[in-house]
């Protein structure tokens, strides 16, 4: 049950003045739903990519269902990776697509792509380089669902779609999840709204893993503290901060460590107040936290650059 | 190998990419060709060049088969040689197709002497003067070649993108030049000339045909290392 079906060990992906994936060590097992999270251009779809032999690593070794998936039809047949800016036949309509796809998965439920696509209102006879962006997210969407591949990547599934259909999709994932439990690595940036469906969190930046953890075990795992400013500090004094923000001689701050009932109890009396940190903010404050200690920025032109490049 | 078929499968789920607008095309350059040679008041054999229309669009095709099924085909998770395979399969069994309907095209209209107006559509002088298969050799040879070379250039446009494109026409272009300049140089011309002159439409096609191999050999090699 708790097999490993992705392992990379130090995979490096370099491009001229960049380093896309900068010795990535990743392990995920069976039937779970993974979170990949991170920035535009931190190195997510580059990830998937290597890991599904749509691309090659600079080195390092990506081992899925225990072999390396490239030219290995017995991996592959087992994968779904519909990428974010797929790309399809001139001449296909969504119901071709999904015709093609019915050829190669053998777990593929036409009944239930053709559901979503009622669902999405998707118009499945019309040309697919004439549909919005939304439609077209809805086509990979429909295809990473119906295919029921054992190991399915979504590649920011949401871009276009309205906020009804971002919740139809999330709703339908998790319904069909617990109907055929398969491996699930959903990468966003829209971190709020995925959180709760997520089982384990694996946080990227600049090609490096900064976080992969449960989502159990991250819940709780931060919290800020605020309160007047020289209370909060001298209560926090040897902590690991993560952010701090103040307003007058108020100061909220939040530390990467969990508090035990007692430090709570301490705070209290204190005055202080307590409150959880959402994985968004949690995963932001990480981000920018290790941009600040490597000391380069947040590096926003070369990460939109990364991104149109590809 | 399933999976070699299932990609041709999958290029025939939209019957007009492979079937449908070859078809049509050669049909359109047929009835124009036809109401011209009927326009041009002459009693005697009007070639035309119209029966060459297809062609250009299966170069279009392996572009195409190229720059959009292949990702659509990674995106399915489809190993590189399966889609190679399945995609160079396809198109010689539709270049057979289209070879067996220029050569039908030819028997008709030799029969009705150029369709009654003297209008000579299938028929190329020289090309199709020799027996019946060294007809359809040539034929099917040429359309292998416009697909594989579109195939290709497009591959190397994937793998190195606009430079590797021009680099790579540019050298194929400056290579040529350079065999002639060598000629000229060597006054060899007489006997490429000669040579020519003794080569049949078949040993061309023979020709041809070695050429493809090295191109479809090239492409694969390319392709295994391209992404979409």
New interface residues.
Partial sequence: MNDTIVEARNLFKHYKELNALDNVNLSLTANRIYGLLGRNGAGKTTLMSILTAQAFASSGEALVFGASAYENDSVLSRICFIRESQKYPDDFQPQHAFRSAALFYKNWDQEFADRLAEDFQLPVKRRIKKLSRGQLSAVGVIIGLASRAELTFFDEPYLGLDAVARQLFYDRLVEDYAEYPRTIILSSHLIDEVANLLEHVVVIDRGRIIMDADAEDIRGSAVTVSGSADKVDAFLAGRKILHRETLGSLASVTVDEALDSRERTEAQELGLELSPVSLQQLVVRKTMAGAAATGTGTGDFADDTMEARR | MS?TV?VA???L??K??YIGWPLTILAASFLMSLAIFALIPVNEGKYGGGSQAPMWYFLVLGI?SM???F??S?????????FYLGTLGLFSLIALGMTGLYLLGGVIERATNGWGVYGFFFSIPWVTDGPWYSTAAFFFVVMMFMFIIGFWFATIFKRWGTTGTLVSTLGTSIALIGLAALTTLLEWWGHVGAWFAQQTPLSISGWAALLCVVLAAGSYTTL??A??
């Fill in positions: 999976r299932a499968r999958m290029q789920i939209n007009w990419t195409q720059t959009l099924v990702p659509f990674q995106g399915l998770s489809i190993s590189r040689r399966a295994r290392r992404t979409p």
